[in-house]
């Protein structure tokens, strides 16, 4: 019996020794774990921010665009005004119509 006990309390030490190890290593993953999301989210962060930035880029280019457009069509219309107020003035009349056929 002597001998059994032998193997037991060695089987305890070892299994307590290996809990231990295992509780160190598993701090470790958790530890790697972290890291590898403080990573992601850092990533995230700065593709975020890239994003917002083109778009941002994106806007101010659309916006001088529409500048750029406006200006063309007042001088347009100061150019010719006569013009313009006959256009203006056909394109309420085929809008009145087709409001007028679809009220009908």
Same mark, same amino acid.
């Given at each position: 019996?002597?001998?059994?006990?032998?193997? *037991?309390?060695?089987?305890?030490?070892?299994?307590?020794?290996? +809990?231990?190890? @295992?509780?160190?290593?598993? $701090?470790? %993953? *958790?530890?790697?774990?972290?890291?590898?999301?403080?990573?992601? +989210?850092?990533? @995230?962060?700065?593709?975020? $921010?890239? %994003?917002?930035?083109?778009?941002?880029?994106?806007?101010?280019?659309?916006?001088?665009? @529409?500048?750029?457009?406006?200006?063309?069509?007042?001088?347009?219309?100061?150019?010719?005004?006569?013009?313009?107020?006959?256009?203006?003035?056909?394109?309420?009349?085929?809008?009145?119509?087709?409001?007028?056929?679809?009220?009908?």
């Amino acid at each position: 019996m002597s001998h059994l006990n032998r193997h *037991v309390k060695s089987g305890t030490h070892h299994s307590t020794k290996s +809990a231990a190890e @295992v509780s160190d290593n598993g $701090g470790s %993953v *958790v530890d790697a774990i972290a890291e590898g999301a403080s990573a992601v +989210a850092r990533d @995230v962060r700065e593709a975020a $921010g890239q %994003v917002a930035q083109r778009v941002e880029e994106k806007f101010e280019q659309g916006r001088d665009q @529409v500048r750029c457009c406006e200006n063309r069509f007042e001088e347009s219309v100061r150019s010719r005004p006569l013009a313009s107020l006959l256009i203006a003035a056909g394109i309420g009349v085929i809008a009145g119509a087709l409001w007028r056929r679809r009220q009908s």
